[in-house]
């Protein structure tokens, strides 16, 4: 079993529409998760960071963390075709320093 | 936060020579990470370095890699006889204090002909 899971899509939605991402994973030490969004050929840019259980929101994007199932997800609201892009998801146990990623979804946001 | 710089943007070299790939922080960073993505593949990590040192590294940097801060700014990935799969982007990246949130540069893609 993969550490972390990812669909890579492609997923295609029409503007203004809710993007829906997730990820599973099967390390239980998994503390700390992130979603980047990477543009081809660029470098990962860090989205939404969070730690252990729980949800969080910033901006347009909300990210959920559900440990008992092993399940992350980020959804970004009132979808722009700016947010066309890779999104990748990591995850980090306590005191370590390797991320763990995820291969990434790949979403187009039709204008 | 500013993320790092890296150079260069683009490498070729021919299999079995050694390249040498830079990353520039913005500020006094003690946290940094080197990354590789091979097209269509996932990040992987590859080290990681705090104060000067190694502090953790994956099975994937074996003999032929290392990585310094010679200068105290700079900090390097030097692989010593690259071969054809080592073509692929490098990600250096950097941490906070807490060293939990990594910010990575725009990357380096090496090609290995």
């Known amino acids: 079993q993969k550490e972390v899971e990812q669909d890579p899509g492609p997923l295609s939605v029409p503007e203004g529409a809710i993007v829906s991402l997730n990820c599973t994973y099967s390390?239980?030490?998994?503390?700390?998760f992130m979603w980047y969004r990477q543009y081809s050929r660029k470098g990962p840019e860090l989205l939404m960071y969070?730690?252990?259980?729980g949800n969080k929101e910033d901006g347009r994007f909300t990210a959920q963390v559900d440990k008992s199932s092993k399940y992350i997800s980020l959804f970004i609201r009132d979808s722009q075709p700016s947010d066309s892009a890779t999104y990748l998801c990591?995850?980090?146990?306590?005191?370590?320093?390797?991320?763990?990623f995820g291969a990434g979804t790949t979403v187009t946001v039709r204008a | 936060e500013p993320e790092v710089t890296q150079t260069p943007s683009h490498q070729v070299t021919q299999m079995g020579q050694e390249v040498i790939l830079r990353c520039v922080p913005i500020s006094n960073h003690l946290y940094f990470y080197w990354y590789r993505q091979i097209l269509g593949q996932k990040v992987e990590f590859l080290v990681s370095?705090?104060?000067?040192?190694?502090?953790?590294k994956s099975e994937i940097f074996d003999d032929q890699f290392s990585v310094e801060r010679p200068d105290g700014s700079n900090f390097t990935l030097k692989i010593r006889s690259t071969k054809l799969e080592d073509s692929a982007m490098y990600f250096c990246a950097r941490g906070p204090s807490g060293a939990n949130e990594q910010f990575f540069g725009p990357g380096t893609r090496l090609t290995v002909l």
């Open positions: 390390n239980s030490a998994f503390q700390y």
């Open positions: 990591a995850m980090l146990v306590t005191g370590d320093y390797k991320l763990s």
């Open positions: 969070t730690y252990s259980s």
């Open positions: 370095f705090y104060n000067n040192e190694i502090s953790e």
